[in-house]
């Protein structure tokens, strides 16, 4: 499925360093968001926190849809909430080209991913450190991507977990060419290489990127580093 922007082809298989907004300047995000897509990017990784299933607040529903006019990059929604499938419809419509949600709160995952499919845009699954590949593995073919959180998820800026390499190359063995994999949580020039040899080709960087005095330059370095390791 192509994005709503017509900018990312999701069944490509590229590396794509995925910029997060939660390491952005809330006071200047457009400006931001702005910023890397002329430098380059493709797609933006949005985090949704909602207090309950994370220990942090982010943003929601109006956020996205003021920035969806001001940018042409792929929405790639990450929700970090207790009920997706009650949300999921407000953040379609507020321009997610892609919907990702937790299994931990998934009894029935095959609902929420019928549901987002629903609503025209890609779905992708996501599991915390503590859960193992095997909690996704019946739901794995009917998703457009699989988010492995190489953090606990909540916060930006923290350490990113060694045996989440394991967990990629599991997963990477579940998944056909046209699927994504997907990496978050600390992603830098030190960790973004292996990432890629354990079979990401989609890495979210929150700190790496807007963190950096120089966005632009710190996004190139890492998909260099990221196209030099594949
Ligand atoms: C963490 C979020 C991440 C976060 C990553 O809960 O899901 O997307 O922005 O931040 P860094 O790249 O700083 O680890
Ligand atoms: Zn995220």
Known sequence: MTSRS???????SRIRI?????????????????????????VLHLDVMDGHFVPNISFG????????P????????????????????PFAKAGS??????????????????????LDINVGITLNPGTPASAIAPAVEAVDLV????????????AFIASSLDKLREIRTLLRPDQRLEVDGGIDRTTVAAAVRAGADTLVA?????????????????????????
């Open 6 to 12: 017509g900018e990312w082809d999701l069944s490509e």
């Open 18 to 42: 995925a910029p997060s907004l939660l390491s952005a300047d809330f006071g200047r995000l457009a400006e931001d968001v702005g910023r890397i897509e002329a430098g380059g990017a493709e």
């Open 61 to 68: 529903v109006p956020v996205i849809e003021k920035l969806r």
């Open 70 to 89: 001001t940018s042409k990059l792929f929405f790639d929604t990450h929700l970090m909430i207790t009920d997706p499938l009650k949300y999921a419809g």
């Open 97 to 118: 080209d892609l919907l990702t949600f937790h299994i931990e709160v998934a009894p029935e995952p095959m609902a929420i991913i019928e549901h987002i499919r629903s």
């Open 147 to 158: 988010l492995v959180m190489s953090v606990w998820p909540g916060f930006g800026g923290q």
């Open 206 to 230: 929150g700190s790496a990127v807007f963190g950096q005095p120089d966005p632009i330059k710190a996004m190139i370095e890492l998909q260099e580093l990221a196209e030099a390791a594949r």
